[in-house]
């Protein structure tokens, strides 16, 4: 065979005879990778540079996480476990690639500041690329006149917005104000809809009578709440006509609002999370304080809540499948016990840790249970993403031209997870003992290995920011 590297068409790295798999397609090919992109798809290539030999296994894009919390300040002492050095290096023995975390607007606060600050806490960090959404919690006139329309155009194209919490929530006239300026400027609102007053009110009643404990936050944040909530964005966003994707969504009364506004042809996007197919509110309800660990907001909820998400994962009323990473070490006065081992659910910091977890759970439990396919895996958890938050077409794809994100899977390793084995800085994992078959092997990025047989390759501080184009909402 001719020597590639002597006919002006060399290789940096040809991954060999592995099974290729896109959001459409599964097929045999060798890839080859030149200047960090894919140059080259085909039954046989020349040699590379540098050779994987990926034969028997699945060579899949690198996941994009578009939803996940890192060094994300806090309003209640708290501090999130990981920064952008471990989160990304979690994520990127995971099989993630690419991930997208949140600048958060304090109230009173410059966008603009928010978003300085948080490449600040980012630069130099990362093992692998990422891009920002930001939180809008202060929609001024000037925050909406001025600094949002100029972040857009400087490649921030998504903002969550909130309904609950007393620090970050907008009111529905508010809402309206933002959908209004994202449907101008063609950028995309992520919504985090449950009721903040039903929550309230709940609260008051529980606490009343001392029902403090961590499985009571369950108790206080019901389906109704988060149903009317997200209902309630749907009917905000038909008014303005704008698109909304309606994040972490926990369960069939809020799946049902989103499956029937898209029926209606509405441009509504649903997003869930692994802890809505893994857990249930039995898992608030462990002894002592240990329920703590897995509060997250909405709640995991029940058996039957499980299967509805099964069902808007296989029947496309779901486009994204994301962490929800929000890490908060168990045992730490900075962590879920901030307010003390005693405290009422209330006080505890919502979230749980999952960006490593996120890939390898859904592939066991989704595709080699036969739940999905295997083209359904890579959309949810890479090429929809890439599409919906517009980092299409350099990530969530192998495709000729495409950034050379790549996870090399060996579909039959078998590996119970353990925290010990994640990489993340938090002190637990939601998913201990559990039993997974399919695990990233080699995950590359840009063209470099990064991890390999379970050891970093790749140094910290060369992923790269990325600036998210327009959203693409024909999904
Ligand atoms: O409980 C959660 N989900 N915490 C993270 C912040 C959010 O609302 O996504
Ligand atoms: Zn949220
Ligand atoms: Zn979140």
Redesign the pocket.
């Given at each position: 065979m001719d020597d590639g590297n002597t006919m002006g068409n060399s290789f940096d790295l040809v991954i060999r005879g592995g099974t290729v798999a896109t959001a459409c397609d599964v097929f045999k090919a060798s890839i080859g990778i030149r200047d960090g992109r894919i140059v080259a798809l085909a039954d046989d290539l020349p040699r590379g540079a540098e050779e994987i030999d990926a034969t028997g296994k699945l060579v899949l894009p690198g996941g994009v996480d578009a939803h996940c919390?890192f060094d994300q300040p806090t309003s209640d002492g708290s501090r999130m476990a990981d920064d952008f050095r471990s989160g990304p290096l979690s994520a990127a023995f995971g099989g993630t690639t690419t991930v997208i975390p949140f600048a958060c607007q304090q109230k009173g606060q410059s966008l603009r500041a928010a978003v300085q600050d948080y490449h600040e806490r980012a630069d130099g960090k990362s093992v692998i690329d990422y891009a920002f959404h930001l939180i809008v919690t202060d929609p001024t006139e000037h925050v909406l006149g001025q600094e949002l329309p100029a972040l857009i155009r400087d490649g921030y194209t998504s903002f969550k917005i909130y309904t609950t919490y007393d620090d970050l929530k907008l009111n529905d006239r508010q809402i309206l104000e933002v959908l209004a300026l994202a449907k101008r400027e063609h950028a995309l609102t992520m919504i985090?809809a449950e009721n903040a007053d039903i929550i309230a009110w709940l609260t008051d009643q529980l606490e009343r009578v001392g029902h403090t404990a961590p499985r009571y936050h369950a108790a206080a944040r019901p389906a109704i709440a988060e149903r009317e909530a997200t209902h309630r964005a749907i009917s905000l966003a038909e008014v303005i006509d704008a698109p909304i994707l309606v994040v972490?969504v926990s369960g069939g009364e809020a799946l049902n609002q989103i499956a029937e506004a898209r029926h209606r042809g509405l441009r509504v996007f649903g997003e869930t999370c692994p802890q809505y197919l893994f857990l249930t509110a039995d898992d608030l309800n462990l002894s002592g304080f240990e329920g703590a660990k897995h509060i997250?907001?909405p709640p995991p909820r029940d058996g039957a809540s499980q299967q509805s998400v099964w069902r808007g994962i296989q029947d496309g009323t779901f486009q994204i499948f994301s962490s929800?990473h929000?890490p908060f070490r168990f045992d730490d006065a900075k962590g879920k016990k901030v307010a003390g081992d005693k405290a009422s659910f209330t006080h505890v910091p919502?979230?749980i840790p999952g960006v490593e977890t996120r890939l390898p759970l859904l592939f066991s439990e989704g595709v080699v249970k036969g739940k999905i396919s295997l083209p359904r895996f890579v959309q949810l958890t890479a090429t929809n993403p890439a599409r919906l938050y517009g980092l299409m077409p350099r990530k969530g794809t192998i495709a000729i031209g495409a950034d050379a994100d790549i996870a090399i899977w060996d579909p039959e390793k078998k590996v119970t997870v353990t925290n010990d084995i994640l990489h993340h800085d938090v002190d637990y994992t939601p998913y201990e003992g559990r039993q997974i078959v399919g695990w990233p092997q080699v995950v590359i990025s840009r063209g470099e290995i990064v991890i390999r047989d379970g050891r970093c390759l790749g140094k910290a501080g060369r992923g790269e920011f990325l600036e998210c184009g327009e959203p693409d909402i024909l999904l």
């Amino acid at each position: 065979m001719d020597d590639g590297n002597t006919m002006g068409n060399s290789f940096d790295l040809v991954i060999r005879g592995g099974t290729v798999a896109t959001a459409c397609d599964v097929f045999k090919a060798s890839i080859g990778i030149r200047d960090g992109r894919i140059v080259a798809l085909a039954d046989d290539l020349p040699r590379g540079a540098e050779e994987i030999d990926a034969t028997g296994k699945l060579v899949l894009p690198g996941g994009v996480d578009a939803h996940c919390h890192f060094d994300q300040p806090t309003s209640d002492g708290s501090r999130m476990a990981d920064d952008f050095r471990s989160g990304p290096l979690s994520a990127a023995f995971g099989g993630t690639t690419t991930v997208i975390p949140f600048a958060c607007q304090q109230k009173g606060q410059s966008l603009r500041a928010a978003v300085q600050d948080y490449h600040e806490r980012a630069d130099g960090k990362s093992v692998i690329d990422y891009a920002f959404h930001l939180i809008v919690t202060d929609p001024t006139e000037h925050v909406l006149g001025q600094e949002l329309p100029a972040l857009i155009r400087d490649g921030y194209t998504s903002f969550k917005i909130y309904t609950t919490y007393d620090d970050l929530k907008l009111n529905d006239r508010q809402i309206l104000e933002v959908l209004a300026l994202a449907k101008r400027e063609h950028a995309l609102t992520m919504i985090h809809a449950e009721n903040a007053d039903i929550i309230a009110w709940l609260t008051d009643q529980l606490e009343r009578v001392g029902h403090t404990a961590p499985r009571y936050h369950a108790a206080a944040r019901p389906a109704i709440a988060e149903r009317e909530a997200t209902h309630r964005a749907i009917s905000l966003a038909e008014v303005i006509d704008a698109p909304i994707l309606v994040v972490h969504v926990s369960g069939g009364e809020a799946l049902n609002q989103i499956a029937e506004a898209r029926h209606r042809g509405l441009r509504v996007f649903g997003e869930t999370c692994p802890q809505y197919l893994f857990l249930t509110a039995d898992d608030l309800n462990l002894s002592g304080f240990e329920g703590a660990k897995h509060i997250c907001s909405p709640p995991p909820r029940d058996g039957a809540s499980q299967q509805s998400v099964w069902r808007g994962i296989q029947d496309g009323t779901f486009q994204i499948f994301s962490s929800d990473h929000a890490p908060f070490r168990f045992d730490d006065a900075k962590g879920k016990k901030v307010a003390g081992d005693k405290a009422s659910f209330t006080h505890v910091p919502n979230g749980i840790p999952g960006v490593e977890t996120r890939l390898p759970l859904l592939f066991s439990e989704g595709v080699v249970k036969g739940k999905i396919s295997l083209p359904r895996f890579v959309q949810l958890t890479a090429t929809n993403p890439a599409r919906l938050y517009g980092l299409m077409p350099r990530k969530g794809t192998i495709a000729i031209g495409a950034d050379a994100d790549i996870a090399i899977w060996d579909p039959e390793k078998k590996v119970t997870v353990t925290n010990d084995i994640l990489h993340h800085d938090v002190d637990y994992t939601p998913y201990e003992g559990r039993q997974i078959v399919g695990w990233p092997q080699v995950v590359i990025s840009r063209g470099e290995i990064v991890i390999r047989d379970g050891r970093c390759l790749g140094k910290a501080g060369r992923g790269e920011f990325l600036e998210c184009g327009e959203p693409d909402i024909l999904l």
